[in-house]
């Protein structure tokens, strides 16, 4: 098996070792050219390649673009919202924005029906995305399903521009239903530059690292696809959030994850019964203070809770000297959580009868 599987379950940690071993860039050498943005700050977007060309270029007021897809699985939580707050971050920044619903991809190969997944990516996805600020009138948005001819008919003929050992060394021995799904992936970032979008431009695609195989087929197929002229995509990789007990974030597990749309008391038992770094006993704790790097209570905090960098200095600090406990860190948590929820709930029902209208107005 290749070392990154996009279709498999997603591996957490080891982030220096995959971006040393696949030539991904730190984006601590082009932060000072990033928008200011927590993500960046803090490192959680951690990887790029090719960014610099794509900064320099919108520096110098030239037509930039954001692509990025959505791959419906469930409910719409916190880790989902690291890529959601990027795309607002290139959407201030000006940038054309494309967002793909990958309903072909949840297709072949995840066994879920195209009526499905349309409804999943509207009410768990797209509805939330506009709560949360995303501008629908200045989006692309389409199903890979309903992509188009041209879209279709490109992503079919890039699979002239590779050969059968680029494939097997990136995927191994995919499945053709893997193997169509990747070429439409190609083509969803690729459609910012299509000549029916305006042609060739520098475009970003914010992802977790686990779809670096699909952008550098990608950036190969655009330097050799002769029919138009594309711009190698640039990209940038975020670090995954982890569940709150620890391990892996899924869809299918409630309890490692807070829905955007959970009941708030849900929300708060969620992170009472979430898995921290603080030690067995209150004297151990005064003395020895919290571990940090195994808190998921502090991950949430730093990942969407907390935007002021001194407040999460102060918090870790604290903590991790003994001074705060666990108990007193969660409160904190709950407390802001309790807050963004209430304001994003109401912002979602606001949201509801634009994306209503936007689909029905443009026939999707
Ligand atoms: N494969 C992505 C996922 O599993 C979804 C996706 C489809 C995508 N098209 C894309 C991501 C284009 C980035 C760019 O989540």
New binding site residues.
């Given amino acids: 098996m290749p070392e990154i599987d996009?279709?498999g379950d997603v591996e957490i940690g080891e982030y220096s070792e995959k971006m040393e071993n696949f030539g991904i860039e730190p984006v601590s050498e082009i932060e000072d050219m990033m928008p200011e943005n927590r993500l960046v700050r803090r490192g959680i977007v951690f990887g790029h390649r090719g960014m610099e060309e794509f900064l320099e270029a919108a520096e110098r007021g030239e037509d930039v673009a954001m692509?990025?897809?959505?791959?419906p699985?469930g409910v719409f939580h916190f880790g989902h919202k690291t890529v959601v707050d990027q795309i607002l971050m290139y959407q201030d920044m000006g940038a054309d924005i494309t967002v793909?619903?990958?309903d072909i991809?949840a297709y072949n190969?995840r066994d879920m029906d195209l009526e499905k997944s349309r409804r999943l990516v509207i009410e768990e996805y797209l509805k939330n995305y506009v709560a949360l600020g995303l501008d629908l009138d200045k989006t692309d948005f389409y199903f890979?399903s309903e992509a188009g001819n041209r879209h279709q008919r490109r992503s079919k003929q890039f699979a002239k521009h590779l050969t059968q050992n680029e494939v097997e060394a990136t995927y191994g021995s995919a499945s053709p239903g893997k193997i169509a799904?990747?070429l439409?992936?190609y083509a969803?970032?690729l459609r910012p530059q299509f000549p029916e979008n305006g042609g060739k431009k520098p475009t970003v695609?914010?992802?977790?690292i686990?779809?670096d195989p699909?952008?550098r087929l990608t950036r190969e197929v655009a330097s050799k696809y002769q029919e138009s002229e594309f711009l190698k995509p640039a990209s940038t990789y975020n670090k995954f959030m982890r569940g709150l007990q620890g391990g892996k974030m899924s869809s299918s597990d409630p309890k490692s994850y807070i829905a955007l749309t959970d009941d708030i008391e849900e929300a708060k038992q969620k992170i009472d019964q979430a898995k921290t770094g603080g030690q067995d006993s209150l004297e151990e704790h005064r003395q020895e203070g919290a571990d940090i790097s195994e808190d998921m209570v502090f991950e949430l905090l730093a990942f969407h809770l907390v935007e002021e960098d001194d407040e999460l200095e102060r918090i870790r600090s604290e903590y991790s000297s003994g001074e705060m406990l666990s108990g007193e860190l969660k409160q904190i948590a709950k407390q802001k959580v309790e807050e963004l929820l209430r304001d994003h709930q109401k912002k979602r029902q606001e949201a509801e009868p634009r994306v209503e209208a936007f689909l029905e107005n443009q026939g999707i």
């Fill in positions: 996009p279709w692509m990025t897809g959505i791959m699985s793909a619903a990958a991809e190969t890979q799904s990747a439409t992936q969803d970032i695609v914010p992802v977790g686990d779809q699909h952008i």
